[in-house]
C-alpha cells in the first residue's frame, strides 16, 4: 500500500550533501545548581538521512534533543533549522517549524492523551497546523494504514491498544503534518524485540517513502547503528564520537565507544568492564570526563577535554589517543 | 552445602471463574547446584511469574499448583510461616528495580543486616555488621564502610543494585532468582553486574535462575535457557545452542528480528503480529496466529515439549519433522 502523505520531495540516497536540514552549533545547558548537562555540542542533519545519538542515562541526549526541539533554550550556542536560528522564531514562524518537525517520543502510553481517540489525537495535531475538517477526515485513515494499523484502530483509546500499535500510533501523528524531519527518543526502547523489529522497518519505509530525516536517539548501539547513516557518542555531556554508523560501529575511535560496544551483551568482542560509573555532571573530573574510567588515561588526559579531531574521512573522536580501538591496550575479560 | 531446585507442572492463576487468568501453564525447570538457567521471554509471557510463584509472593487468589522441590523440601506443601524463613535464606532475590526494592528512609547497612539479624545469620549487631561490610566488599563495593551509611537515594542505580544483590546473597543462599537485574542499568553498568553474577557462581555452589527478555544477556550467562511464551517454555536446552541453532519458529523468529551489523535498514526479519497480553488464551499453540508454519492440528491443542536433541526440548511438531537448524524464511514469517 502506497499512500502519498507528503508533497516533500524524496531524495534519492546518493543526493549530494546540500545545506543540513538541522544543524546544532556549540550548544550549552547548565541546570539550575551548575549541572553541565550539555557542554559544546555540535550536530548536523542532513535531509532524508537519519544521525543516531547514543549514550548512556545522564550523557545529556535528552537534552540536547530537546534543544533541537525548541522545547528548551540553550545557554549558549544556536540551532538552525533549514538555515534558520529556532531559538529567534516567533509567531507563524515557529508554528510552521513545528509542523515540520515533529516528536516520537519514548513512552506512547504517556504522550498519547489517554482520554482521546486516536482519531482526536490526530485531528488535534492536524488541527493545530491549520488542515481542514475535509483533509483531517481523508488523511487519518490513510495515516493510520501506513503504519500498519486497521483504519477502525481510529475509534480506539489507548487502553485498548497494546505498545506496538501505541508507537505506530505516536508515528502516525507525527506524520499527520507531512514533517521533514522526526526525533524519535528511544521510539523503540520500551518494545519488545519482536514489535521493535517491525516498528524500526516501518521507520526505515517511512524515510524512504517519505524522504524524511530521523534524529534517532537511543541507549541501544546496536539499534542505532541498524537504523543510522551517522552515529554521535555522548559522554557526561559531549560529543566523544561521531561518524558513519559502520565505521563507528566497525572501528571505534574512542575507548568509550569501545568500552560502550564491549558492553553490548550478546556481540562478539572482548569484555571490558569499566571501574567506577558516570560521574556527577554537577561535579566532572578535571580535564576528559571519561579518563576516571578510561583505562587509556595518562596524565596529559586531566588538562582539558580533547576537541573532536578527525580520525578517518568523516569520522570523528575526541581522544589524544590516537589509534584504533583493535590495538587499544585494554584489560579484557573472558 | 546447595541443594537442587526442580520445578514442575507449574501453574499460576490470579482470579477465579470467569476472570481467571492463567499467567503461568505447566512449566517444568530443574537446576543443579551451582547451575544457571535463564527464562528468557518477553512481556506478559509469564517469566517474572513463574520466578515469583517459585518464591510464593502472591497474596490469596492467586492459585499455584504444581511441584517446586529444594533438595528435599517440598516448598508448595510448607505453611506460610515455614516459607518466610526459607526466603532470603535458602533462596534469594534480586528484583528488576533497585530502587523500589529498598526502603528510601533506611541506611543501605540497616536494611543488609535486618537479613542477617532474621535469618540468625549474626548473633547480634557487632557481627551483622562486620558481615555486612564484608558482603558490600564482596559485590565489589569500592568504599563500603561509607556505603553502609547510605540510604538509597545517595548511590547510582548500578550501586544500588549492587546493595540489592549483596542482601540477596546475605545468607549464602542455595539458589539466586534475578528478576531482569541488568533491565533498568546502564549497558556498561550491566556488563559489571554481569560479572559480578558470575564471580558470586564460581565463589559459591549457588544456582542461579535469571529471568530476562534481553537474549544478549542470556548468551552471556551460558547454562540452560527455557524460552517462555503465553505462560509456557516453547523451547529449552543449553543456552549458547538455543541461540546457535533455535528450533522453535518463536526462537527462530525472535532471533532473527535482532538488529544485527550486515541487515539492511528496513529489512530486518519480523514476526507478524505481537505476543499475546497476560491471560490471553488460545485452545491449541499460543503462536500459532504468528507462525508461518502453522498447522490445523496447532491450534487445537498446545503441542508438548519433545526432544529435539541431547539435552534439548520444543513444543512444536512441525519443527520437529524438519532438518536441523533451519530458518523460517522471510515469506514464511512475514506471510
Redesign the interface.
Known amino acids: 500500500m502506497n499512500v502519498v502523505l507528503a508533497e516533500v520531495p524524496a531524495l534519492p540516497p546518493e543526493a549530494p550533501a546540500v545545506r543540513p536540514l538541522l544543524d546544532a552549533q556549540g550548544l550549552v545547558k547548565v541546570f539550575g545548581t551548575g549541572v553541565r548537562a550539555v557542554s559544546n555540542v555540535s550536530l548536523t542533519l542532513q535531509a532524508g538521512q537519519t544521525l543516531g545519538i547514543v549514550g ?2 545522564g550523557c545529556g541526549k535528552s537534552t540536547t534533543a530537546k534543544m533541537l526541539l525548541r522545547l528548551l533554550a540553550p545557554d549558549e550556542g544556536r540551532v538552525f533549522f533549514d538555515g534558520e536560528d529556532i531559538h529567534q522564531m516567533r509567531g507563524r514562524r515557529l508554528t510552521e517549524l513545528r509542523r515540520r518537525l515533529q516528536v516520537v517520543p519514548q513512552n506512547p502510553q504517556t504522550s498519547l492523551n489517554p482520554r482521546l481517540t486516536l482519531e482526536q489525537s490526530i485531528a488535534f495535531n492536524m488541527r493545530a497546523h491549520g488542515y481542514g475538517a475535509a483533509e483531517r477526515k481523508r488523511r487519518i485513515p490513510e495515516l493510520l494504514d501506513r503504519v500498519g494499523l486497521d483504519p477502525s484502530y481510529a475509534a480506539r483509546y489507548p487502553h485498548q491498544m ?4 501505541l508507537q505506530r500510533a505516536a508515528i502516525a501523528r507525527a506524520l499527520a503534518t507531512e514533517p521533514e524531519v522526526v526525533v524519535c527518543d528511544e521510539a523503540v526502547s520500551a518494545l ?7 516498528v ?2 516501518l521507520l ?2 517511512l524515510q ?1 517513502e517519505l524522504g524524511l530525516a530521523y534524529l534517532f536517539i537511543s ?1 541501544d ?3 542505532v ?3 543510522s547513516d551517522r552515529v554521535a557518542v555522548m559522554y557526561l555531556g559531549r560529543v566523544v564520537e561521531e561518524g558513519p554508523a ?1 565505521q563507528v ?2 572501528d571505534p575511535r574512542h575507548p568509550y565507544t569501545a ?2 560496544l ?6 562478539d568482542r572482548n ?1 571490558i ?2 571501574g567506577g ?2 560521574p556527577n555532571p554537577a561535579n566532572p573530573p578535571s580535564g576528559c570526563g571519561f579518563r576516571t574510567r578510561c583505562p587509556l588515561a595518562t596524565a596529559e588526559c586531566s588538562e582539558t577535554w580533547p576537541n573532536l579531531t578527525v580520525r578517518t574521512p568523516d569520522h570523528y573522536a575526541s581522544c589524544v589517543h590516537d589509534e584504533p580501538a583493535s590495538l587499544m591496550p585494554m584489560p579484557a ?1 573472558a | 552445602m546447595s541443594s537442587h531446585l526442580k520445578v514442575t507442572d507449574l501453574h499460576t492463576t490470579f482470579g477465579s471463574g470467569e476472570r481467571a487468568v492463567n499467567a503461568v501453564r505447566g512449566v517444568d525447570l530443574e537446576i543443579e547446584p551451582g547451575g544457571t538457567y535463564v527464562l528468557l521471554g518477553e512481556s506478559g509471557s509469564g517469566k517474572s511469574v513463574t520466578a515469583r510463584s517459585i518464591l510464593r509472593l502472591y497474596q490469596s487468589g492467586t492459585t499455584i499448583t504444581g511441584s517446586v522441590r529444594l533438595g528435599d523440601e517440598e516448598l508448595t506443601a510448607l505453611p506460610e510461616r515455614r516459607m518466610r524463613q526459607l526466603r532470603g535464606l535458602r533462596i534469594g532475590m534480586v528484583p528488576q528495580d533497585p530502587t523500589g526494592a529498598l526502603d528510601p528512609l533506611r541506611s543501605i547497612g540497616s536494611q543488609l543486616m535486618e537479613v542477617l539479624r532474621v535469618h540468625q545469620i549474626a548473633p547480634d549487631r557487632a557481627s551483622a555488621r562486620k558481615r555486612a561490610v564484608e558482603l558490600l566488599d564482596r559485590v565489589g563495593i569500592a568504599d563500603p564502610q561509607r556505603v553502609i551509611k547510605a540510604r538509597p537515594h545517595m548511590l547510582s542505580g548500578g550501586m544500588r543494585q549492587r546493595a540489592v544483590i549483596a542482601i540477596a546473597i546475605a545468607c549464602n543462599p542455595d539458589v539466586l532468582i534475578a528478576d531482569e537485574p541488568t533491565t533498568a542499568l546502564d549497558v556498561t553498568v550491566q556488563a559489571a553486574v554481569i560479572e559480578l553474577f558470575r564471580e558470586l557462581q564460581q565463589q559459591s555452589e549457588m544456582s542461579l535462575l535469571m529471568v530476562t527478555h534481553d537474549v544478549g544477556v542470556a548468551e552471556e550467562l551460558g547454562g540452560n535457557v527455557g524460552v517462555m511464551y503465553a505462560g509456557r517454555l516453547l523451547e529449552t536446552g543449553p543456552i549458547r545452542e538455543v541461540l546457535s541453532a533455535p528450533k522453535h519458529p518463536y526462537t527462530q523468529g525472535l532471533l532473527a528480528s535482532l538488529p544485527m551489523p550486515g541487515v539492511a535498514r528496513g529489512h530486518l526479519q519480523v514476526i507478524p503480529g505481537r505476543p499475546p497480553l497476560t491471560g490471553e488464551t488460545s485452545t491449541g499453540c499460543a503462536f500459532a496466529d504468528r507462525c508461518a508454519l502453522a498447522q490445523e492440528s496447532c491450534r487445537t491443542a498446545p503441542p508438548p515439549l519433545v526432544e529435539v536433541g541431547t539435552g534439548r526440548q520444543a513444543a512444536c511438531p512441525v519443527v520437529n519433522g524438519t532438518p536441523v537448524g533451519r530458518t523460517a524464511t522471510s515469506e514464511e514469517l512475514s506471510a
Open positions: 548512556e542515562s497494546s505498545g506496538g500499535q519488545d524485540k519482536s514489535v521493535q523489529a517491525q524500526l522497518n526505515s519505509e524512504q541507549h548501539l546496536a539499534v547503528e541498524h537504523i559502520d560501529w566497525n568500552t560502550l564491549s558492553s553490548t551483551p550478546g556481540v569484555r568492564v569499566l560509573e558516570l575479560t
